[in-house]
């Protein structure tokens, strides 16, 4: 079993898990109870559950011109288009990077200095080479799905004992028998957490796409529309939405992460290719 997906079964099964957000809530509740915050800055739990039953009884609230269906499913297609490219190049330059001491010695140290570029700090450059429209913000999100995926596709490929690379030699195995029986069966737990990493940042970096680069509909956009006309219900049901969702899907791709490391582990060093 994937360590994220036992520490989330874990954090689930444990007692203790439940005392930071149970203290949480009754610190909300005193706070809106006794009004010890302005209410249209904290407002109540009544009035985020009630703007959350409205949100999904009508798809959208009757002074709030956003459609909670259409802004969930543009907001997860944006996630998993940055994020699909974004694991498809990350995991082509990783393994470059792995594979090629050559091109190790030549990308690598630029590519540790451009990441150090806060994601923010890229979207000027963004928003003029793509524009202020879907591709802006699909190539927003690409960018913080590409990084985990390389560094953790690289690190588990360079992480491959020696031991396994020279009984490839001995079996006189080419690069692509190589990669396929010893390399990548060894390098996937470490890409597969490279995987999971980049969907979560992928979720991170959505609202703020969502909230720099201008949207019209999705869930970063109906939490900045209702921020400015100060709709705060609809903000924290909206965050509260959002927790939701990430915490869901995150919970299905490390279930696939553990099928398919229980797959490989089946299989063997057997090979298909």
């Known amino acids: 079993m994937s360590a994220g997906l036992k520490q989330t079964k874990s954090f689930w099964r444990d007692p203790h898990s439940y005392l930071l957000p149970g203290g949480i809530l009754l610190l909300w509740l005193s706070v809106t109870e006794f009004k010890l915050v302005e209410p249209r800055l904290v407002p109540s739990i009544g009035s985020v559950l009630e703007a959350l039953w409205e949100l999904f009884r009508t798809g959208s609230r009757v002074d709030f011109s956003t459609n909670l269906g259409l802004a969930m499913a543009l907001s997860v297609a944006r996630v998993f288009r940055g994020f699909a490219l974004g694991n498809i190049l990350g995991f082509l330059f990783g393994l470059a990077l792995g594979l090629s001491p050559k091109a190790e010695r030549l990308f690598l140290p630029l590519f540790h200095a451009l990441r150090q570029v806060p994601f923010v700090g890229w979207i000027p450059l963004i928003i003029i080479w793509c524009g202020t429209g879907e591709a802006g913000r699909i190539t927003f999100i690409t960018l913080g799905a590409f990084t985990p995926m390389a560094l953790n596709t690289y690190a588990g490929i360079a992480g491959v004992p020696k031991q396994y690379l020279e009984l490839g030699q001995v079996y006189r195995l080419g690069l692509w028998q190589s990669c396929c029986k010893i390399i990548l069966p060894a390098a996937l737990p470490s890409i597969l957490t490279g995987v999971v990493l980049s969907f979560n940042m992928s979720w991170i970096l959505l609202v703020a796409a969502e909230i720099m680069i201008s949207t019209p509909v999705g869930l970063g956009a109906l939490i900045s529309d209702a ?26 791709i490390e279930l696939l992460q553990q099928k398919l490391l229980r797959r490989f582990k089946k299989e063997g060093t057997r090979g298909g290719c």
Not at 236 to 251: D, E, P
């Open 227 to 252: 921020r400015e006309i100060f709709y705060m219900d609809v903000v924290f049901a909206g965050v509260f939405l959002i927790v939701v969702v990430t915490l869901s899907l995150n919970y299905l």
